[in-house]
Structure formats: structure tokens, C-alpha cells
């Protein structure tokens, strides 16, 4: 019904940059939210990022200023920028979307910060 795919992770040393996808099977404005987690081993998954579909984007404390949720609904994908990255930033992140009541969940990417 519907397929979220995220690319982007990768291997970064502390301080750099990362832009996550996440590639949505139906237009993005078909989703009441689109939010991002993320996972690290022996965690929980955590929230990191969301935006609504009136652009009202929401962060958890940990990445507020360095982190920026966006979209393009011309590709049905939303982004998550990832600036000053930091070893504690790494996790398996995923995207997340709710359509017709229930949520929907991509595969993961794994981003690694090294220091």
C-alpha cells in the first residue's frame, strides 16, 4: 500500500555533513506527517525530526540547529540535512509515514560518525 525507501547514510568523521532520502510510493501529501527516527544498537528508536503537511517541522533537543527536515514534492521525498554531525548521531535512521490510519516504515540507512 505504501513503500518508503531511505539512501544517504553513509560514513562521516565528526563535524561533517550528510543529506538522508527518503522516497515515498505515493505523493508525500497523502501523509498527514512524515517524521524521522533513528535506532542505535542496544537503543530504542528514537524521534529525531518531523514536518507536517502545512511545513510545521518539529526536532528533538539533541539535533535541534544542526538538523533540517525538508521536501520536494516533485519527487515525493522528504530530506533530512544533517550538519556538525556527531559520534552520538550514529544510528540506523528510518522514515516514517501514516496513510489511512496506520504507519508505514522504510528499511533503514545506517549512518556512522567517526571522531
Known amino acids: 500500500q505504501v513503500q518508503l525507501v531511505e539512501s544517504g547514510g553513509g560514513l562521516v568523521q565528526a563535524g561533517g555533513s550528510l543529506r538522508l532520502s527518503c522516497a515515498a510510493s505515493r505523493s508525500i501529501f497523502s501523509f498527514r506527517a512524515m517524521d524521522w527516527y533513528r535506532q542505535a544498537p542496544g537503543n530504542q528508536r528514537e524521534l529525531v525530526a518531523g514536518?507536517?503537511?502545512?511545513?510545521?517541522?518539529n526536532y528533538a533537543d539533541s539535533v535541534k540547529g544542526r538538523f533540517t527536515v525538508s521536501r520536494d514534492k516533485t519527487k515525493n521525498t522528504v530530506y533530512l540535512q544533517m550538519n556538525s554531525l556527531k559520534p552520538e548521531d550514529t544510528a540506523v535512521y528510518y522514515c516514517?509515514?501514516?496513510?489511512?490510519?496506520?504507519?508505514?516504515w522504510g528499511q533503514g540507512t545506517q549512518v556512522t560518525v567517526s571522531s
Open positions: 516514517r509515514a501514516t496513510f489511512l490510519g496506520n504507519d508505514y
Open positions: 514536518i507536517t503537511i502545512s511545513s510545521s517541522a
